[in-house]
């Protein structure tokens, strides 16, 4: 079965530190991929997006994230973090005219 | 302003009854999604709705039903609710259902079954 892999279920980090949030699926092939966030008592946001070019992606809010096609990954990152920041971060993934199919997300606290 | 909308916002609902959540949007997308978020599990598809007029099923469908009558309505309803379905529902749109399918998020509905 298709699923896509978050490694860390919470991050707790200070206002500056940089933040790498790992993303791993499973599936074969060509496939698009996505990073949502959702701010607290908010519905979901679109960070960024990867199609197809160049496997550095940069989105909103100053993240970015690396496409590994060989390693089957797509990790998010931001250099300097802020209190703002803090939310939860679900990576997606989905595979031609497949349905997206989400992480389990990870929460990130950002400590002032 | 453009986008989706959900209703109710919450609802606490007492098992067995019956439940009508609605989402419109007004994006003029072609395909539209319902999911359920609960804790630890992230995001998981119920239904979706690649046009008007045409329904599937996703990773949890059970207890769920669905229908697309036109392009900017996706109700979802729990024929008698069971204290499982307390989550937080969300509906999605996207443009289209194929490759580049981007989606777009509404507020969501808190459902508590008691």
């Known amino acids: 079965a298709q699923s896509v892999s978050q490694h860390n279920h919470h991050v707790i980090l200070s206002e500056a530190a940089s933040l790498e949030l790992g993303c791993n699926y499973s599936y074969g092939g060509t496939v698009n991929l996505f990073w949502y966030v959702q701010y607290p008592g908010q519905h979901l946001q679109l960070l960024l997006k990867y199609f197809s070019g160049d496997p550095l992606v940069k989105g909103i809010k100053g993240f970015e994230a690396e496409f590994i096609k060989s390693k089957f990954s797509f990790n998010l990152r931001k250099p300097s973090v802020q209190w703002s920041d803090t939310a939860e971060y679900f990576c997606a993934v989905n595979k031609g005219y497949s349905t997206l199919t989400f992480g389990k997300g990870t929460m990130l606290l950002v400590s002032p | 302003i453009a986008g989706i909308t959900q209703a109710p916002t919450s609802q606490i609902l007492a098992a067995g009854r019956r439940m009508t959540l609605r989402c419109t949007q007004d994006m003029r997308h072609n395909a539209m999604y319902w999911y359920r978020q609960d804790l630890g599990l992230g995001l998981r598809l119920i239904h979706y709705s690649n046009t008007a007029g045409t329904t599937g099923k996703g990773e949890v469908p059970d207890g769920y039903s669905v229908s697309r009558a036109n392009t900017d309505d996706f109700p979802l309803t729990l024929a008698s609710a069971v204290p499982s379905q307390t989550s937080v529902y969300f509906c999605?749109?996207?443009?289209?259902?194929?490759?580049?399918?981007?989606?777009?998020f509404g507020p969501g509905t808190r459902l508590t079954v008691l």
């Open positions: 999605a749109s996207s443009a289209t259902s194929g490759y580049y399918n981007e989606q777009f």
